[in-house]
């Protein structure tokens, strides 16, 4: 028995459309989930995330659990209320954080012991104080496991310690979640680009039993056609009836074809990223309003899609606040990006329930430019 029901309204080949129908309100799949890492989306309001048909954000545990702590959020009232979303929001585990940003980081089967990378406190992290964070204090809808995720290119040992390490800590953060009915917890399948770890963190995943299960371990560095190729395989090792999400991803074409492979949730710092950063994410692929040629557009970004960073401001004008450095360019490409984003998995929800994906996909990808 889950704590939230997944219905699977359509496929076409492995590509699946559904709800994941949460005690805060339906996620509909293929579904994006903007990443609010200090309990913001960088540069937008949550009235601004929402208005772009985002169903379910997501947060960072080791952010938020060194600045603002995780106790002073709970005493605030929760994740929800401090930040203000009343939608789902989905909470990693702080494993790949740790592992990537901290100054310094031991790892054993106990724990993860690592140093602050704002103030080199030191803090350890156990799956059962990763639960306690995640579902107990910020109070997070969809709770991730605690895991470790190897850097690529992983020597095939290290992958198998690590999926292994990862197996026995989703097994105890099972036991530390408990039974929750207004939450769900998600493992995560490790194992690198390795079939056979794949298969292996599958069934100990399986056998444990969780509510959705999650695709860790890629978007790493592997690359696009790598990450594929582990995606051609990946996502139907985990159970058809439970939602599938990969971690990370990614660039739309990245979506899109693993859609097209049987993912369901995905999330990625990519589209708030790129507009600090004067790009912006079209049907014909990234634009970047620096350039001189934009000076004089007075187009919008793209009239079709219900967002006013979108439709009602011309490229011109983004290239004017882009160039002057305002504020208000990192605004709007952002929320434009995060809009773009759900008008694709909307597009794809669509062409799946109308038996068209495939169609779809081929014109997504001969229009895209890199």
């Not at 559904?18 to 309100?25: A, H, K």
């Not at 020597?155 to 999926?163: T, V």
């Not at 990450?227 to 990946?234: H, R, S």
């Amino acid at each position: 028995m889950t704590a939230f029901p997944f219905e699977i309204a359509a496929t076409e080949g492995a590509a699946r459309t559904g709800v994941l129908r949460t005690s805060r309100g339906d996620i509909r799949t293929p579904a994006f989930m903007p990443v609010g890492t200090a309990a913001t989306v960088k540069a937008l309001t949550v009235d601004q995330v929402a208005s772009t048909g985002a169903d379910i954000i997501l947060g960072n545990t080791y952010h938020l659990m060194l600045r603002p702590t995780a106790e002073r959020v709970a005493r605030l009232g929760g994740l929800h209320r401090f930040m203000r979303w009343d939608k789902p929001i989905l909470t990693d585990s702080g494993g790949f954080q740790v592992m990537s940003l901290s100054k310094i980081a031991k790892v054993t089967e106990e724990a993860v012991t690592f140093q602050s990378h704002i103030d080199g406190s030191r803090h350890v992290l156990t799956p059962e104080r990763s639960i306690e964070i995640q579902a107990g204090l910020l109070g997070s809808d969809i709770v991730m496991q605690l895991d470790e995720c190897v850097a690529w290119p992983a020597e095939e040992a290290k992958a198998a310690h690590a999926m292994r390490l990862s197996a026995r800590w989703g097994a105890r953060s099972k036991a530390a979640f408990g039974e929750r009915p207004t939450q769900a917890l998600f493992g995560i399948q490790q194992g690198s680009t390795f079939e056979a770890l794949r298969r292996e963190s599958s069934e100990r995943l399986v056998e444990i039993g969780f509510d959705g299960y999650a695709l860790g371990g890629l978007a790493v560095g592997e690359g696009h056609a790598a990450m594929c190729e582990v995606l051609d395989y990946a996502p139907g090792l985990l159970p058809a009836d439970r939602p599938r999400y990969l971690m990370g991803v990614g660039k739309p074409i990245d979506l899109v074809e693993a859609v097209a492979r049987g993912v369901d949730m995905f999330d990625c710092v990519l589209p708030t990223r790129s507009g600090r950063h004067g790009q912006a994410w079209t049907w014909e692929g990234p634009v970047n309003l620096k350039n001189a040629r934009f000076a004089e557009d007075d187009t919008p970004l793209d009239e079709t899609i219900a967002c006013p960073a979108s439709s009602h401001y011309s490229k011109a004008y983004l290239h004017h606040l882009v160039k002057a450095e305002e504020i208000l360019g990192q605004v709007l490409l952002s929320w434009h990006n995060i809009a773009f984003f759900q008008a694709l998995t909307a597009a794809m929800r669509g062409a799946i329930a109308e038996g068209r994906f495939e169609a779809f996909r081929r014109d997504f990808k001969a229009r895209q430019r890199t």
